[in-house]
C-alpha cells in the first residue's frame, strides 16, 4: 500500500500548479516547480524547453520502457469564472482553479505513482515520468519535441480525466480549410458565380455523408463545420471565395489520409489539412494492462476527445482521475478523494506489470 505522504505532496504540487499561469506555450513558471519537486525527492530530471522528464532510479537499458506522460498547460479562463482560477481553494471536498482537472489531477497522481517505484529494484520494465506542454494547442514543442530524447516507448499511460476509466481507443482530430471559389459580380444583375452557393454543396456534403466503417469502440468517423467566411465586405457584391472549416474526428478504422482522399473526390472545393500528426490511437482489449484494469472493476471505453496520446508512437492507453465534463469549465475543480483514486489507481496498474 503506498503511503499518505505520496497523496500529501502530490496535493501540495496540484495546489502550486493551479496558483501558477501556466498557459500552452507559456509553461515555463510550473516547469520549474515540476523541476523543483524531481529535485527535492532526488530525483535527476531532463528538460527541453517546457518539457519534464525522467527515469526511474535503476533504468536498464536492456529493459522495456512505460511511458507516464501528462500536460501541464491549460487553456485561458473560461469568461464564466466566479472565483479567482489561480486560487487553489478547497470546498467541501473539492480543489478548485485552472487546471485542477484538465489535467493537473492526472499529472500528480502519475508523478505520486512513479515516486512509489522509483527506487524499487528489479523492474520488469523501465519508467519515465514525462510532464509536458502545449497539449492543449497540439503544439509541436510539447511531447513530439523530446520524444527522439527518450528510449524506446513499449507502452504509453497518458493522464487525462476519465473518473479512472479505461479509454482504450482515442478518435484522431484533422482539421481541414476549405475554400469554394467563384467570380465577383453585382448582386443587382444576374452575373458573376456565387462562392457562397458552392460552399452549401460542399457543406452539405461533410453533413450528410457516412464514412461506411464504424469502429467498435469510437463510432463513426464525424465531420463538422465550424466556421464560415468570406474575404467580400460589400452587401452587393456576389463573392468570389467563401471559406469554411471543418473538423473531422477520425476512428482506428480509418487512416487520415484515407479520410482526406474520400473527401476531395466528393467535394469541389480546395481542401488543405492544417496538419496529419493527430491520428487515432488505441490498445487491444487483451492487452495486460487492459486485462489488468479490468481485473479492478474498470470499464473500456472509446474517446471522442484528442489528447498527446495521438502523438505518441507507442502502444497507449488513457486513464485518469476526474471527469473531462469539467474541463475548460467555468470554476474547474476536482475532488481530492479523485486524487487518492488516481494515485491508488496508477499503482495498482503498473504493479500488475512491473
Excluded at 493522464?159 to 453585382?186: F, W
Excluded at 458552392?198 to 455523408?209: G, P
Excluded at 465531420?223 to 474526428?249: L, Q, Y
Amino acid at each position: 500500500m503506498w503511503n499518505l505522504q505520496l497523496y500529501e505532496d502530490a496535493v501540495k504540487l496540484l495546489k502550486q500548479l493551479i496558483a501558477t499561469p501556466s498557459f500552452s506555450r507559456e509553461e515555463q513558471g510550473t516547469a520549474q516547480i515540476i523541476g523543483a519537486m524531481l529535485a527535492e525527492k532526488g530525483v535527476a530530471y531532463n528538460q527541453h524547453l517546457n518539457n519534464i522528464w525522467a527515469q526511474n532510479k535503476y533504468f536498464d537499458p536492456s529493459k522495456p520502457t512505460v511511458l507516464l506522460n501528462s500536460h501541464h498547460d491549460t487553456v485561458k479562463p473560461n469568461p464564466q469564472y466566479t472565483r479567482d482560477p489561480f486560487s487553489p481553494d478547497v470546498v467541501d471536498g473539492k480543489l478548485y482553479g485552472l487546471g485542477s482537472n484538465d489535467a493537473g489531477g492526472c499529472l500528480v497522481s502519475l508523478i505520486a505513482a512513479f515516486l512509489h517505484f522509483y527506487e524499487q529494484p528489479n523492474l520488469r520494465y523501465n519508467l519515465v515520468i514525462a510532464p509536458t506542454a502545449e497539449e492543449e494547442v497540439s503544439g509541436t514543442n510539447g511531447i513530439e519535441s523530446i520524444l527522439s530524447q527518450l528510449p524506446p516507448i513499449t507502452l504509453a499511460i497518458v493522464g487525462e480525466p476519465t473518473q479512472t476509466q479505461l479509454a482504450i481507443a482515442e478518435k484522431g482530430l484533422m482539421v481541414l480549410d476549405c475554400t469554394s471559389h467563384g467570380k465577383a459580380g453585382h448582386a443587382a444583375r444576374n452575373e458573376g458565380e456565387n462562392a457562397i452557393y458552392k460552399a452549401i454543396q460542399d457543406i452539405s456534403w461533410f453533413r450528410e455523408y457516412q464514412f461506411p466503417e464504424v469502429s467498435e469502440t469510437l463510432g463513426p468517423v464525424k465531420m463538422t463545420v465550424t466556421v464560415i467566411n468570406t474575404s467580400n465586405k460589400a452587401h452587393n457584391v456576389v463573392p468570389a471565395d467563401c471559406s469554411f472549416v471543418v473538423d473531422v474526428r477520425v476512428t482506428d478504422k480509418y487512416t487520415l489520409e484515407e479520410v482526406l482522399a474520400t473527401i476531395t473526390q466528393n467535394v469541389s472545393c480546395t481542401v488543405a489539412p492544417r496538419s496529419m500528426r493527430m491520428r487515432p490511437s488505441g490498445i487491444a482489449l487483451d492487452h495486460p494492462i487492459v486485462q489488468a484494469g479490468m481485473r479492478m472493476g474498470k470499464t473500456w471505453y472509446g474517446s471522442p476527445t484528442t489528447s498527446d496520446q495521438a502523438l505518441i508512437p507507442a502502444t497507449s492507453i488513457k486513464i485518469g482521475p476526474g471527469d473531462s465534463a469539467r474541463s475548460h469549465t467555468a470554476d474547474e475543480f476536482i475532488y481530492l478523494e479523485e486524487i487518492s483514486q488516481g494515485i491508488d489507481t496508477y499503482i495498482k496498474l503498473l504493479s500488475e506489470i512491473l
